[in-house]
């Protein structure tokens, strides 16, 4: 089993920045992709971004490209979804998710792939 925290949530400015965090504990290893997903109010869960744990490789929703990344820190089995200059649109429930994947490029997108999640955690963003 494979067990997924996110931390780093709150209430920001349009335009300001937050970073998330998703603390990995468990039977995980290298073979996994892990990515972020979020709900909006009212609208089903959406692929934001993702990383290959292995090679670093990244997938990311045109939606959010040029304004988040992703990143990992291996040793402390850590993701961290970095968010600059939020709009109104990206708030929303962010959750964690983790799929098992020997390859070396992110594989899957859709949220019904992916595994094991986190509990999530609210970003909101007022203009």
């Known amino acids: 089993q494979v067990q997924l925290g996110e931390s780093g949530g709150g209430s920001v400015q349009a335009g300001d920045s937050l970073r998330l965090s998703c603390a990995a504990s468990g039977r995980i290893d290298s073979n996994f992709d892990m990515g972020w997903f979020r709900q909006p109010p009212g609208k089903e869960r959406a692929f934001v971004i993702a990383?290959?744990?292995?090679?670093?490789?990244?997938a990311t929703a045109d939606s959010v490209k040029g304004r988040f990344t992703i990143s990992r820190d291996i040793g402390k089995k850590t993701v961290y979804l970095q968010m600059n200059s939020l709009k109104t649109e990206d708030t929303g429930v962010y959750s964690c998710?983790?799929?098992?994947?020997?390859?070396?490029?992110?594989?899957?997108?859709?949220?019904?792939?992916?595994?094991?999640w986190g509990q999530g955690t609210q970003v909101t963003v007022s203009s």
């Open positions: 998710a983790a799929i098992y994947n020997r390859g070396l490029i992110v594989a899957r997108r859709e949220p019904s792939a992916y595994t094991y």
């Open positions: 990383i290959n744990w292995r090679s670093g490789h990244t």
